[in-house]
């Protein structure tokens, strides 16, 4: 069985979670534990996620990883000590089959989702691609994006929803672009941090609105969403990459309890 068949094999949505960025083993491995535990007994199927490397950051001075290989073999070993799938960014082209080598998912970041030859990179190691939705996108224009993936030998795609452009330092969720992209017939997956992000501050560094995590995936699983995004973090407050909109680590259980209520509400 492929990785989304695992994932869509669940009345439940399913779940990509972690932290931002790959800090540390220690810190990989627990909160990977934590979170197991909880998807676990409430049976949503979970993928653990943690970029090896940030490449998009604001500021020279901003924090981008402890290094590929390293953080990398991190993320391998939360794979062979849970069991469970990973997910990890990719920049390049030339990151596709480095990083597939390690994990389960390659993902491709909004601001590259229309880059052909990252995409078809991505396409032949064969692994899950999860393509995010560019801020400046329209939901409609993600079909092209998938199809490249497909037309390239991989069937195997997820588009996630992470937020549109909304003046110069906010985004907006719309609701209408879930179904859409889901008539293409790919699962879709709400990225529910990200889209809280307050970006192009004066200070350089990315602001968030985390009071609305609850918000915003509640109206994720009420539309139908096949899974959820969420970057969670110990303490945010300290995390080096992401933490204004990160979901503290405490909060998470009670949150997918709540949001299993209404999937089964709506089944």
Known sequence: MSVIEQLKDSENFFLLAGPCVIEGE??????????????????????????????????LDSFT?????????ILEKVRTT????????IHTADEAAMAAEYVDVLQIPAFLCRQTDLLVAAAKTGKVVNIKKGQFL????????ADKVVEAGNAQVMLTERGTTFGYQDLLV????????????????????????????????????????????????????????METHEDPS????????????????????????????IK
């Open 174 to 229: 719309d609701y209408r672009g879930i179904p859409e992209m889901q008539s293409f017939g790919h699962p879709v997956v709400l990225d529910v941090t990200h889209s809280l992000q307050q970006p192009n501050q004066t200070c350089g560094v990315t602001g968030g609105m985390p009071q609305l995590i609850e918000t915003i995936a509640k109206a994720g699983v009420a539309v139908g969403v096949d899974g959820l995004f």
């Open 82 to 89: 849970f069991g469970v799938p990973v997910v990890t960014d």
């Open 65 to 73: 990883g402890i290094g590929d290989e390293k953080a990398l073999k």
């Open 26 to 59: 220690e810190m990989a491995l627990r909160i990977a534990e934590r979170v197991v535990k909880i998807t676990d007994r409430l049976h949503i199927p979970y993928v653990f996620k943690g970029s090896y490397r940030k490449a998009n950051r604001s500021r």
């Open 238 to 265: 300290v995390a080096k990459s992401d933490g204004a909109n990160m979901l503290k680590l405490d909060l998470l259980e009670g949150l997918l309890e709540r949001l299993v209520r209404i999937r089964q509400a």
């Open 138 to 145: 329209s939901p409609g224009a993600m079909r092209f994006a």
